[in-house]
């Protein structure tokens, strides 16, 4: 009993983030995921409260701890000052560091988001560039994205956008100096680390499940989990 407990009181969002649940439920009452999904931040505190492992280990497994949006509405209502927001992003850490998200579907979609808004950061300096929302992967975006995507240049200098040019305004280009401010924050922060697991642990589940997986790129299993399978 309490090993996991233990590894996520390593984690200074957990220490932060949970004090002394009494259970009265006002967490899930603002919670905006819980309108919606199979999610409910009270069960989630009252189980790692109770510090028992296999309970633990369900949640590192499962999809829930993946439903919260992180809009923080818990911290503003609890009476004993807990943040289950808090202490979902430590069961998060936890899950990928032990390769459990992959077990989830909700988990396995981690990959997406790494290989699309955290590989974007690196790579342009934001989460989301035109040309990497492409209408073969974003067909919800109707037929008009194709032409918006050819003449998004001209569209954006005539808004004022300065797309991809120097000096101020919108999606305009990041210094060197700026990228490479990024790339020592990610690999400070153990932010790089944490994509190389992601990458793992997702090999791994994909020979499992016999999909083709090449690091980095938009593969067989990348589309299987981008489709939430």
Same mark, same amino acid.
């Not at 975006?141 to 797309?163: M, V």
């Given at each position: 009993?309490?090993?996991?407990?233990?590894?996520?009181?390593?984690?200074?969002?957990?220490?932060?983030?949970?004090?002394?649940?009494?259970?009265?439920?006002?967490?899930?009452?603002?919670?905006?995921?819980?309108?919606?999904?199979?999610?409910?931040?009270?069960?989630?505190?009252?189980?790692?409260?109770?510090?028992?492992?296999?309970?633990?280990?369900?949640?590192?497994?499962?999809?829930?701890?993946?439903?919260?949006? &992180?809009?923080?509405?818990?911290?503003?209502?609890?009476?004993?000052?807990?943040?289950?927001?808090?202490?979902?992003?430590?069961?998060?850490?936890?899950?990928?560091?032990?390769?459990?998200?992959?077990?989830?579907?909700?988990?396995? &979609? &981690?990959?997406?988001?790494?290989?699309?808004?955290?590989?974007?950061?690196?790579? $342009?300096?934001?989460?989301?560039?035109?040309?990497?929302?492409? $209408?073969?992967?974003?067909?919800? &975006?109707?037929?008009?994205?194709?032409?918006?995507?050819?003449?998004?240049?001209?569209?954006?200098?005539?808004?004022?956008?300065?797309?991809?040019?120097?000096?101020?305004?919108?999606?305009?280009?990041?210094?060197?100096?700026?990228?490479?401010?990024?790339?020592?924050?990610?690999?400070?922060?153990?932010?790089?680390?944490?994509?190389?697991?992601?990458?793992?642990?997702?090999?791994?589940?994909?020979?499992?499940?016999?999909?083709?997986?090449?690091?980095?790129?938009?593969?067989?299993?990348?589309?299987?989990?981008?489709?939430?399978?």
């Amino acid at each position: 009993m309490g090993k996991l407990f233990n590894k996520l009181q390593e984690d200074i969002r957990f220490t932060e983030g949970l004090k002394a649940c009494m259970n009265c439920g006002i967490c899930t009452a603002i919670c905006p995921a819980a309108d919606f999904f199979d999610y409910d931040p009270r069960i989630v505190v009252d189980i790692v409260q109770s510090r028992n492992d296999d309970e633990i280990l369900d949640l590192l497994k499962g999809n829930t701890i993946w439903y919260c949006g &992180q809009c923080m509405s818990c911290k503003t209502r609890c009476p004993r000052g807990n943040v289950p927001g808090l202490i979902i992003n430590a069961l998060r850490e936890l899950s990928q560091e032990m390769g459990y998200f992959t077990e989830s579907e909700q988990g396995r &979609q &981690q990959l997406a988001i790494k290989r699309t808004v955290g590989q974007n950061i690196l790579k $342009y300096g934001y989460c989301i560039v035109p040309e990497e929302v492409t $209408y073969e992967d974003h067909p919800e &975006q109707g037929p008009i994205w194709e032409w918006l995507l050819k003449n998004y240049k001209i569209i954006s200098d005539k808004l004022g956008g300065n797309y991809k040019g120097n000096g101020s305004g919108g999606l305009r280009k990041i210094s060197e100096k700026t990228m490479n401010e990024l790339e020592n924050i990610f690999e400070i922060t153990g932010g790089n680390d944490r994509f190389d697991k992601i990458e793992h642990y997702s090999g791994i589940k994909a020979e499992e499940l016999g999909f083709d997986f090449k690091k980095d790129k938009k593969d067989e299993y990348f589309y299987f989990v981008y489709n939430g399978k």
